[in-house]
Antibody, heavy 124, light 109 residues
Framework: EVQLLESGGGLVQPGGSLRLSCAASGFRFNKYAMSWVRQAPGKGLEWVSDIRESGDPTYYADSVKGRYTISRDNSKNTLYLQMNSLRAEDTAVYYC?????????????????WGQGTTVTVSS | QSVLTQPPSVSGAPGQRVTISCTGSNSNIGAGYGVHWYQQLPDRAPKLLIYGNTNRPSGVPDRFSGSKSGTSASLAITGLQAEDEADYYCQSYDSSHVIFGGGTKLTVL
């Protein structure tokens, strides 16, 4: 079964850091681009970051650029999101997701597998 | 303010047909990037319904269909069922960024 399992969420003070992990199973992790998508309480989906199958290049939403770093360890089938300088507006459920196609133009194909999400709360 | 514009809400009675629009611009949908649609049930992760404008992943009922024209796309749901009550999001691509619509809440009357 294809599965993504996020972990690492929690309560953190403004200005603090967290690292999220996403363990992948049931597919050839090193063949697919991956993404992080977040959803603030009561709000819509917001794309956060993409990473290509090899780990490079990476892409970021303007709202997190310079504060967040996406990475992956293909030997461990794990995706990461390092979040620094956290703000109250970063409070959200964070999902990792897999792109449907192992292709250079992966964004033509949609995100076909999503994790259950991990909750990040930034508050003093 | 989302780059892709969706109506906040739509509704329909069981058995009816509803459509949800997604309006973009020449730098995203109009540039030829694929439009994808997701269904999100309450307290659940999103589920891919339509990819590449018109394609259904395996397991998605053919009651769901997608179309695209110019700078807009639409999701149609026929034979509306109570279990279709959910939030629906469109997604595309623009300037190396993935973009989502603001979401549409579908109410089954």
């Amino acid at each position: 079964e294809v599965q993504l399992l996020e972990s690492g969420g929690g309560l953190v003070q403004p200005g603090g850091s967290l690292r999220l992990s996403c363990a992948a199973s049931g597919f050839r992790f090193n063949k697919y681009a991956m993404s992080w998508v977040r959803q603030a309480p009561g709000k819509g989906l917001e794309w956060v970051s993409d990473i290509r199958e090899s780990g490079d290049p990476t892409y970021y939403a303007d709202s997190v650029k310079g504060r967040y770093t996406i990475s992956r360890d293909n030997s461990k089938n794990t995706l990461y999101l390092q979040m620094n300088s956290l703000r109250a507006e970063d409070t959200a459920v964070y999902y990792c997701a897999k792109w449907l196609a192992a292709a250079a133009n992966y964004y033509y194909y949609g995100l076909d597998v999503w994790g259950q999400g991990t909750t990040v709360t930034v508050s003093s | 303010q989302s780059v892709l514009t969706q109506p906040p809400s739509v509704s329909g009675a069981p058995g009816q047909r509803v459509t949800i629009s997604c309006t973009g611009s020449n730098s995203n949908i109009g540039a030829g990037y694929g439009v994808h649609w997701y269904q999100q049930l309450p307290d659940r992760a999103p589920k891919l319904l339509i990819y590449g404008n018109t394609n259904r992943p395996s397991g998605v009922p053919d009651r769901f269909s997608g179309s695209k024209s110019g700078t807009s796309a639409s999701l149609a749901i026929t034979g509306l069922q109570a279990e279709d009550e959910a939030d629906y999001y469109c997604q595309s691509y623009d300037s190396s960024h993935v973009i989502f619509g603001g979401g549409t809440k579908l109410t089954v009357l």
